[in-house]
């Protein structure tokens, strides 16, 4: 089992940049493949991107791709997002979610973070 709790979340201006974390505890964190989704109101949570258990393979969903980047620290048990050239349109709750296995659909993820809001002005 793992616990995920996500940070960093705020208020930025359009083409500006912001990085949010996810922490994971316990050991099987490890192991886990680590997906990032969103949800904007009214909106079906969309998959954003996911980094597996040693951080050295990601994927990314076309909308972000080329402006957002995740990273792994074992170390500090943390998953990283960043976020550039950020776009209005980027605005919605962030999620970080574990999995056995590597997916983009939420339904496979088990473990899930409370969120963080995200907010793009224009």
């Known amino acids: 089992q793992v616990q995920l709790v996500e940070s960093g979340g705020g208020l930025v201006q359009a083409g500006g940049s912001l990085r949010i974390s996810c922490l994971g505890s316990g050991r099987a964190f490890l192991s886990y493949f680590i997906g990032w989704f969103r949800q904007a109101p009214g909106k079906e949570r969309e998959f954003v991107g996911a980094?597996?258990?040693?951080?050295?393979?990601?994927q990314y969903a076309d909308s972000v791709k080329g402006r957002f980047t995740i990273s792994r620290d074992n170390l500090k048990n943390t998953v990283y997002l960043q976020m550039n050239t950020l776009k209005p349109e980027d605005t919605a709750e962030y999620y970080c979610a574990a999995s056995d296995v590597s997916s983009t659909q939420s339904y496979m993820y088990t473990y899930w973070g409370q969120g963080t809001q995200v907010t793009v002005s224009s």
């Open positions: 980094t597996n258990g040693g951080g050295w393979m990601t």
